[in-house]
């Protein structure tokens, strides 16, 4: 693999500088405004054995069942 030329060193530096500022800047915003979704979000899908009858469960999801 050949070195980069200056002038690709340049651009990267320029691409990379960019990059850090809008992750900044994202960040910033989501301390602001954190979305609903943040922190643990539960999916249950629609086969899960957590909808099926009691005894039908392939899991338990108390000591009960």
Do not use: C, Y
């Not at 960019?18 to 910033?28: G, P």
């Not at 086969?47 to 009960?64: A, G, Q, T, V, Y």
Request: without cysteine; glycine residues 2%.
């Amino acid at each position: 693999m050949s070195e980069l030329t200056k002038e690709q060193q340049e651009e990267l530096a320029k691409l990379q500088k960019e990059m850090i500022e809008e992750a900044k800047k994202v960040l910033e915003d989501f301390k602001n405004n954190p979305s609903e979704d943040s922190g643990s979000v539960v999916v249950v899908h629609e086969n899960s054995p957590f909808l099926k009858e009691k005894h039908e469960r392939l899991i338990k999801i108390d000591k009960k069942a």
